[in-house]
């Protein structure tokens, strides 16, 4: 991922005051790189920022939610490009691109485009959980406008409502927004950045027994880690609650155990789980 201003047509160039000879000079150095004819990058611009640009469009969707620096679920590199109406697509042979053509929301002829439309084209094309997470991502960085979401719930669909209606501004984290989104189905009771008696603030509490912890990728490695989880865990057990650990990897890549041990242990977390169901 890379600046937003990595990318440049001849025309932006020269109102940055380049000259013919400065742009000239610029590729013999390789400050700049030409990409097509009048489209240039610089050094820094990702492989996604070069390919959108080689399609003579602009980053739409999961692509460009990353780039305004959401939370996004997949890090996979075909880029999502969108084309205005009447543009022809420029793609290189075996593409493996993903192409949109919804309206320009732009109120310029240029630029990125608006984080409205963004969401509403990861809903289209990656389905109702990646607009729910991204969605929540972009409301605590508080990036979304009432206006802006009113826009949304009116040029959604009902599955895009659902999202919208059950997202919050205070989710911790992208595995945070999917464990609420894939529970909700079963109406348990999940409260997220719970202050627990005795062991702290969780990232998950479950009706009033289950602690659910979720390791993001790189903040739970080492022994001193590992040892702080452990008395984190007794102590939460000595207090009779249950506590599951689940880290990226089971959240993105096995859910069924992920559900079927939250599901197991919530039936038989006692009483007070059974209480609050
Ligand atoms: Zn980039
Ligand atoms: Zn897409
Ligand atoms: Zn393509």
């Not at 485009?113 to 969401?119: C, D, E, R, Y």
């Not at 409260?191 to 062991?199: E, K, P, Y």
Request: proline share 3%; glycine share 8%; with cysteine.
């Amino acid at each position: 991922m890379c600046a937003t201003r990595s990318i440049f047509t001849t025309r932006q160039l020269r109102a940055d005051g380049l000259t013919h000879r400065d742009i000239t000079a610029a590729l013999d150095t390789g400050r700049l790189e030409r990409i097509r004819i009048g489209m240039y990058a610089s050094p820094d611009a990702c492989r996604a920022a070069r390919a959108v640009a080689a399609h003579g469009g602009s980053m739409a969707c999961v692509t460009a939610a990353r780039h305004h620096g959401l939370w996004t679920l997949d890090d996979e590199d075909e880029p999502h490009v969108w084309l205005k109406t009447g543009q022809r697509a420029h793609h290189e042979s075996a593409c493996g691109c993903v192409e949109h053509w919804d309206r320009d929301r732009r109120r310029t002829a240029s630029g990125p485009l608006p984080l409205p439309q963004v969401l509403r084209q990861i809903l289209g094309c990656r389905g109702p959980e990646q607009f729910f997470v991204a969605v929540e991502s972009a409301l605590r960085q508080g990036r979304l406008s009432s206006d802006e979401l009113r826009w949304l719930r009116r040029n959604t669909n009902a599955r895009g409502r659902e999202a919208l209606h059950l997202a919050r501004t205070d989710a911790d984290s992208g595995l945070e927004s999917l464990l609420r989104w894939r529970l909700r189905r079963f109406g348990l009771r999940v409260r997220t950045q719970v202050a627990v008696f005795g062991v702290g603030v969780v990232d998950a509490l479950i009706g009033d027994r289950l602690i659910v912890e979720l390791d993001g990728r790189a903040n739970h490695d080492g022994a001193t880690m590992r040892h702080k989880d452990l008395v984190r865990d007794a102590n939460a057990a000595s207090w009779g609650y249950t506590t599951l650990r689940f880290d990226y990897a089971l959240v993105i890549h096995d859910w069924d155990l992920v559900e079927t041990a939250i599901l197991g242990a919530f039936a038989s977390a006692g009483p007070g789980a059974a209480a609050s169901a």
